[in-house]
């Protein structure tokens, strides 16, 4: 089984701090991504990345930043955590090839991690 | 307008009752549909996908698509309060490079029982 784990579950951070939050997946898939998740917009892309090191913008990447060191190791960066930014953070890993029984580029989400910012 | 549209619901059936969860797409590119079902407070996970046109059967579930009218849909026969989640339809345009996925917003259905 496809497992992507994200570093915590629930954060609670003060306004102008900065915030990590990390993603792992053992599955070799050279895709990543970072989305959040809010009620009525559904999943938006705030960055992604398809290879070490490499990494481009999403829909949404004014406030985050990102860092892709290792293949299995994703980072989403908050710089300076703003209350607006109190949100659901998804990330998902793909691969060109997907799995047996999966569509190419099928996406394999964590568990999530729910951010809010005071 | 969005390149996919989905009526976010909520949609409330009772134990039993036959669901349809559709969504419409603007792409004529895309050619792999598949659905998410995420529980509240979880990620999304792949529940089935479907590749170009046609349907595919997997237990109570079915995926449809109508390529022609850029539709595509989701039944659930026999739903169960354990079916209660929301539904995400995605898809891409190809099987080679970089793909995205685009989403729509969701539907959350309520099956009580």
């Known amino acids: 089984d496809v497992k992507v784990t994200q570093s915590s579950r629930y954060l609670v951070k003060r306004t102008g701090e900065k915030v990590f939050l990390e993603c792992v997946q053992d599955?070799?898939?050279?895709?990543m991504f970072w989305y959040r998740q809010d009620p009525g917009l559904g999943l938006r892309l705030i960055y992604f990345?398809?290879?070490?090191?490499?990494?481009e913008k999403g829909d949404i990447p004014e406030g985050y930043s990102v860092s892709r060191e290792k293949k299995e190791r994703f980072s989403l960066i908050l710089e300076s955590a703003s209350t607006n930014q109190t949100s659901m953070y998804l990330c998902?890993?793909?691969?060109?090839?997907?799995?047996?029984?999966?569509?190419?580029?099928?996406?394999?989400f964590g568990p999530g991690t729910r951010l809010t910012v005071l | 307008q969005k390149e996919v549209e989905q009526d976010p619901g909520p949609l409330s059936v009772p134990e039993g009752a036959i669901v349809s969860l559709n969504c419409t797409y603007s792409?004529?590119?895309?050619?792999?549909f598949m659905w998410y079902r995420q529980y509240s407070r979880k990620g999304p996970e792949l529940l089935m996908y479907?590749?170009?046109?046609g349907n595919k059967e997997d237990g109570r579930f079915t995926a449809q698509v109508d390529k022609s009218s850029k539709y595509i849909s989701l039944f659930i026969r026999d739903s169960q309060p354990s079916d209660s989640a929301t539904y995400l339809c995605?898809?891409?345009?190809?099987?080679?490079?970089?793909?995205?996925?685009?989403f729509g917003t969701g539907t959350r259905l309520l099956v009580s029982p």
């Open positions: 792409n004529s590119a895309f050619q792999y």
């Open positions: 479907t590749y170009s046109s």
């Open positions: 599955m070799d898939h050279e895709n």
């Open positions: 998902a890993s793909s691969s060109v090839a997907g799995l047996a029984g999966s569509a190419p580029h099928t996406q394999y």
């Open positions: 995605a898809m891409s345009a190809g099987n080679t490079g970089f793909q995205k996925l685009v």
């Open positions: 990345s398809y290879d070490v090191k490499m990494k």
